[in-house]
């Protein structure tokens, strides 16, 4: 079994940034995507970024340019890095981790990033 744990969500003006981390701990498979997606009000829940454990990165075009996503695999942990957010980018943030062998997704509790002014 594996759990993920974040941190880092919270309120930010628009044009701000935030840093989210994503913790993954128990049996992880070593050949695995983590990444983040995101669920606003009233929307079905969609991909943020995600990077493969080699370091291939992946964004959806929403995001792109404004997002940076990356992971430190000694540490089971990814990060995202979120700069000139827009209130579009209110929403529940959701790690996740998928084992490539087996397509055995795992999603942490989510984290709450609301752009406002």
């Known amino acids: 079994q594996v759990q993920l744990v974040e941190s880092g969500g919270g309120l930010v003006q628009p044009g701000g940034s935030l840093r989210l981390s994503c913790a993954a701990s128990?049996?992880?498979?070593?050949?695995?995507?983590m990444g983040w997606y995101r669920q606003a009000p009233g929307k079905e829940r969609e991909l943020a970024a995600v990077?493969?454990?080699?370091?291939?990165?992946n964004y959806a075009d929403s995001v792109n340019g404004r997002f940076t996503i990356s992971r430190d695999n000694a540490k089971n942990t990814v990060y995202l890095q979120m700069s000139s957010l827009k209130p579009e980018d209110t929403a529940v943030y959701y790690c996740?981790?998928?084992?490539?062998?087996?397509?055995?997704?795992?999603w942490g509790q989510g984290t709450q990033v609301t752009v406002s002014s």
């Open positions: 990077v493969s454990t080699v370091g291939n990165t």
């Open positions: 128990g049996s992880i498979s070593r050949i695995n995507a």
């Open positions: 996740n981790l998928r084992e490539i062998l087996t397509d055995q997704n795992y």
